[in-house]
């Protein structure tokens, strides 16, 4: 399962810092965002289609978005992140 998997990596991690781990399956890079202010790391993905059909245009939209506090002793120039 998706849990037991993060799980795992989180185990196998030498780097205790990890804050968190996103699932971005389905969205491509240039459509996550992640910026750092007031202490917190914002996390955006977004993703949107165009399809005509016979009866017209038809938009798929999906969106994630999160929000993480800093750990007390992190600086927000720390925060680091890879897909």
């Known amino acids: 399962s998706m849990q037991r998997r993060l799980n795992r990596m989180l185990n196998s991690s030498h780097d205790h810092k990890?804050?968190?781990?996103?699932?971005?399956?389905?969205?491509?890079?240039?459509?996550?965002?992640?910026?750092?202010?007031?202490?917190?790391?914002?996390?955006?993905?977004?993703?949107?289609?165009?399809?005509?059909?016979?009866?017209g245009k038809e938009y798929n939209y999906r969106n994630i978005t999160r929000e993480i506090s800093l750990p007390p002793g992190v600086s927000e120039d720390e925060v680091t992140y890879s897909l």
């Open 18 to 55: 990890l804050l968190a781990l996103m699932d971005v399956k389905g969205f491509d890079p240039k459509e996550v965002t992640v910026t750092v202010k007031d202490r917190k790391v914002k996390v955006l993905a977004e993703h949107e289609e165009e399809h005509t059909t016979a009866r």
